[in-house]
């Protein structure tokens, strides 16, 4: 199995609001969905900026064997796209257009250009909204809007970045739908080989994380505390550490009180 | 588009035909058609109307509509950019800065014989350039990424600081403070046809390296992040576009003061007729706002004649309340 992202030895210290990473390391395979955990502030973010090229960082990064700092703007484009948590849109582009700007490198002229936005509007259900302006939708619709123009970005490599935030359950769940069947396919790179599409996550709900997820990182204060396959990760005590916090207990504890309204009702 | 870009041409022809003198469009048509072909016009218009067009009202009118276009592009460029539709081109400061600089030539007296009337417009640019340049050096060693509230914060810091500096200036301006704030308030009297060429080759120059930019202006209304991961080189574009708009709004308050509610007003209107892509809000902000203006420019001649009204008055008296009507329309759709 190939590596999709390899991340070695990755520090990143720059700017004082800016979380700080050290010597993180840990590598995804292809088509291995995999979930980066760990407390507010520990780093997660800051993560994916360096991944998008955002942020400077010392250590190394592969993308696909490629290093990141080889590679030009449009080409980590190429491998790398992100969803963005549900962000306010400020000016009514329509739907399609909205997709269309995740082309921006590829551009949006030729027939497989409008096979590919076409494609990704289907897939999360958009066909019959292309004409609508954006600012008008719903915020799960308007998530679906952001993953469709990230799957148009022709990516193989995306980056979650809390997706599901500010969404009801039902919409997170047809969210990760969509992102599944995505999964399921394969990205043709600029070289021309071809690889299998690999999620990448920052998830909030450990419950989704494990849901959606092969891998799990889990992340403490700017370092990887452990990263394998999510039931080798997963412990009470692992979660424990990374968040100074009981999680499986609070999550215990919740589900009970909700079990024990639904059971009166 | 065509039919609005039609109307916008006709606004402009209107703007030039009303005031002390009436020209009909079909003389100004006449005198334009002989003009520019070389001929002599003939007699049955009477020479005054001949003068008073091709050397005051046209361009005039002219540097009106390529102030306004200027003003609207710039407006259009930093609400995308800054994802701000509050933004304006005078966000970063350039007007502050520029009327600073105007003011201290107005109040010192000072003069420089090589520079001669120019000396105005070109302090004021200059004191217009460095306040940005202040202001995004200063946001850039905050935060190496630019990002947008940075901006705007540094922004409207240093207007303020800069502005506090103009109110101390003019507290010193004694009898010179009635040319001061003539001149913040913006004027079109008087331009000439050098007017119109430095105020067409900024306006043009900047919609051709603007429209270039379209798209990744376009991915960069989403943010910052994103624009990154979908291959946009932001803080190259950033220093660009940032550039470019001050360019445009720094030629325009050095030549006519400081004019509002154009740069505000304009680029609005246009998404809500023709949606938000770039590449058409940005000509068509051109044209509406150059358009805009030029009546704005006719109704301040016109309205209280033989008395003129700052144009920075007008467009803000017609602009301010169109734009709560537009924002309460579209709080009404929500």
């Known amino acids: 199995m190939r590596e999709a992202i390899r991340i070695e030895h990755l520090s990143s210290d720059y700017g004082k609001d800016m979380k700080i990473l050290k010597d993180v390391s840990f590598t995804v395979g292809e088509g291995n969905s995999t979930a980066i955990l760990g407390a507010n502030g520990c780093g997660k973010t800051t993560l994916f900026r360096c991944l998008t090229g955002l942020l400077p960082f ?7 064997g490629k290093d990141i700092r080889q590679l030009k703007r449009d080409e980590i484009a190429r491998r790398i796209a992100l969803l963005p948590q549900t962000s306010g849109v400020y000016f009514s582009y329509t739907v399609k257009e909205c997709v269309e700007l995740g082309r921006f490198v590829r551009g949006v002229r ?10 990704a509007m289907e897939l999360c259900g958009l066909s019959d909204l292309a004409q609508h302006p954006v600012d008008a939708l719903s915020g799960g619709q308007l998530q679906r809007v952001f993953l469709a123009r990230t799957i148009a970005q022709e990516a193989p490599v995306i980056l979650l970045d809390e997706p599901t935030n500010h969404l009801d359950l039902r919409y997170q769940n047809e969210l990760m739908e969509y992102l599944k069947e995505w999964e399921k396919g394969q990205t043709c790179l600029p070289d021309g080989s071809t690889c299998r599409n690999t999620l990448i996550g920052i998830y909030h709900d450990i419950g989704l994380a494990a849901q959606v997820s092969r891998d799990v990182v889990l ?36 589900q009970e009180v909700l079990e024990s309204c639904l059971s009166h009702s | 588009m065509t039919v609005t870009a039609c ?40 020479e005054q109307n001949v003068t008073i067009f091709l050397s005051v009202r046209l361009p005039r009118a002219l540097a009106a509509f390529f102030a306004g276009g200027a003003l609207s592009l710039s407006g259009a460029v930093m609400q995308s950019l800054l994802q701000n539709p509050l933004a304006s081109g005078y966000t970063l400061g350039v007007s502050s800065g520029a009327s600073l ?17 120019f000396l105005l417009p070109a302090s004021g640019f200059a004191a217009g350039l460095v306040t940005v340049l202040v202001v995004v050096a200063v946001a850039a060693r905050i935060d190496r990424t630019l990002r947008s509230q940075t901006v705007v914060l540094i922004g409207m810091v240093v207007s303020l600081f800069v502005n506090a500096m103009l109110t101390l200036v003019s507290s010193f301006a004694g009898d010179r403070a009635k040319q001061l704030l003539a001149w913040t308030m913006g004027s079109f009297n008087g331009k000439r046809w050098y007017h119109v060429g430095v105020l067409m080759a900024a306006a043009l120059f900047g919609l051709v390296v603007l429209l270039l930019s379209a798209k990744s202006l376009d991915v960069m209304s989403f943010g910052d992040d994103e624009a990154y991961a979908i291959g946009v080189n932001v803080r190259r574009q950033k220093i660009l576009l940032l550039l470019v708009a001050t360019l445009l709004t720094g030629v325009c308050v050095s030549f006519t003061g400081t004019i509002g509610f154009v740069d505000l007003v304009a680029p609005h209107v246009v998404r809500k007729l023709f949606g938000a892509s770039n590449r058409r809000v940005l000509p068509m902000s051109f044209l509406i ?36 009507v537009i924002y309460l329309k579209d709080r009404r759709k929500e």
């Open chain 1, 58 to 64: 010392t250590g190394k990064v592969e993308i696909f």
């Open chain 1, 110 to 119: 030729t027939s497989h250009d409008r096979e590919v936005i076409d494609r």
């Open chain 1, 219 to 254: 992340m403490k204060d700017g370092r990887v505390l452990s990263a394998g396959k999510k039931e080798q990760v997963l412990s009470r005590e692992r979660l424990t550490d990374a968040f100074d916090f009981d999680v499986t207990k609070a999550l215990r504890e919740r």
């Open chain 2, 7 to 46: 109307i916008c041409v006709l606004l402009l022809f209107v703007s030039i035909s009303v005031g002390s003198v009436r020209i009909s469009l079909s003389d100004m048509g006449t005198i334009l058609w002989y003009t520019l072909r070389g001929l002599p016009v003939p007699s049955s218009i009477p």
């Open chain 2, 101 to 117: 600089g105007a003011a201290f030539v107005i109040v010192t007296d000072w003069s420089v014989p090589a520079l001669g009337q």
């Open chain 2, 289 to 324: 706002g150059g358009s805009f203006l030029a009546l704005s420019d006719m109704v301040s001649r016109t309205i209280l004649s033989p008395q003129e009204i700052p144009v920075g008055a007008v467009t803000a008296l017609i602009g301010a309340p169109f734009f709560v």
